[in-house]
């Protein structure tokens, strides 16, 4: 108690971090437009700065932002969500023929292999693939059928999230103002805090969103000019996978091995997508992560594991998305947090009089 919580900022600190994740994980469905929009203000507050350097007045500014924000926003529900759509229901509706090339290559196998692969084994691969391909066209059924409060779901974000990234870009200093007047005048350590992992998150955001655009197009391409079917689906799911570092990338290497090997078979062909997938893999790790994060991401892989297991389990997409923040958030307070004067004079910080 002397050691960490005889300051009063501390403890003010550690309450207000108490409230702020209980309201996120009670209420984080419904807030779920206002943390899109948060996001996309961090992503978007750079581009006005930028603006602003120019000369360029900030309400203008950050109207030609919204603009900007507005149509790539538009061009994804428009343009890029309908042949995702169209590519995963092309895969739903071919998926007997699917199953049909996947038993083949497992026969093939088992005659090539048959100390290892055993016809029961076949059998049973089977029977569960057709049972897992049952519940997922029933699935997309459902979704067909509730497709209007999905409907309603995407005309919410999409008049939402650009009116509060708006407020959020133009009256930024405003919002800020409030939100200090309610804490206490004394507030060094949360000035401290606050001031570094301000930075930290905008520039996670924007590297993020960066490396998402970049592994997602350089793999759309890659498999398009390899003949792999599906190649803006598996485009996305690829870019989408480096949102949970390490566990992200193995996770996406299944669907792009399924998809090589049920369509080119186990040729050359199947050979080229997964180097191609590891090239991608090893640049995004070795050289982009490096240019966008080295300033950002200072924790050991294991403590990175750990905070997307832990937070991804309480907040779902959110708690993946920011378990590096929040990690790095964690690691901040324990080295700003105060000590009391006795502990700092056992610990040498503090000569003893």
Request: hydrophobic share 60%; with cysteine.
């Amino acid at each position: 108690m002397e050691r960490y919580l005889s300051d009063e900022e501390a403890v003010t600190l550690g309450a207000l971090l108490v409230v702020g994740f209980a309201i996120i994980i009670f209420f984080g469905g419904m807030l779920a437009p206002f943390l899109t929009a948060l996001v996309f203000a961090f992503l978007l507050q750079g581009v006005v700065r930028w603006l602003e350097r120019l000369g360029l007045p900030r309400l203008p500014a950050v109207c030609l932002v919204l603009l900007m924000f507005v149509g790539a926003m538009l061009f994804f529900a428009l343009i890029i969500f309908p042949m995702v759509w169209d590519q995963f229901a092309r895969l739903v509706q071919g998926l007997p023929a699917v199953l049909y090339r996947s038993q083949a290559l497992l026969d093939e196998l088992q005659a090539r292999y048959p100390s290892i692969v055993t016809p029961d084994q076949v059998q049973h691969l089977i029977n569960t693939a057709s049972q897992e391909a049952t519940q997922l066209g029933r699935r997309v059924v459902s979704l067909s059928l509730s497709s209007l409060a999905g409907v309603l779901s995407v005309i919410i974000y999409l008049v939402l999230v650009p009116i509060l990234v708006f407020f959020m870009l133009k009256d930024r200093e405003r919002l800020i103002g409030f939100f200090l007047s309610l804490l206490p005048k004394k507030r060094m350590l949360m000035t401290r805090v606050w001031c570094e992992m301000d930075t930290q998150i905008a520039n996670f955001i924007r590297g993020k969103f960066i490396e998402i655009m970049i592994v997602g197009v350089v793999s759309f391409v890659t498999f398009w000019a390899l003949g792999l079917p599906y190649a803006v689906l598996l485009g996305i799911v690829v870019g989408l996978s480096v949102l949970v570092p390490y566990i992200g990338a193995a996770a996406a290497t299944l669907p792009v091995a399924a998809s090589a090997g049920l369509h080119f078979g186990f040729d050359q062909q199947f050979l080229y997508v997964l180097l191609a997938y590891a090239i991608i893999q090893a640049l995004d790790g070795n050289v982009l992560v490096t240019l966008l994060f080295s300033e950002v991401v200072n924790l050991h892989p294991v403590a990175i594991i750990l905070a997307v297991l832990f937070f991804g389990g309480i907040w779902g997409f959110w708690g993946i998305f920011f378990a590096i923040p929040l990690a790095t958030l964690i690691k901040s307070l324990m080295f700003a947090w105060p000590r009391g004067a006795s502990a700092l004079r056992k610990e040498g910080v503090i000569a003893v009089e």
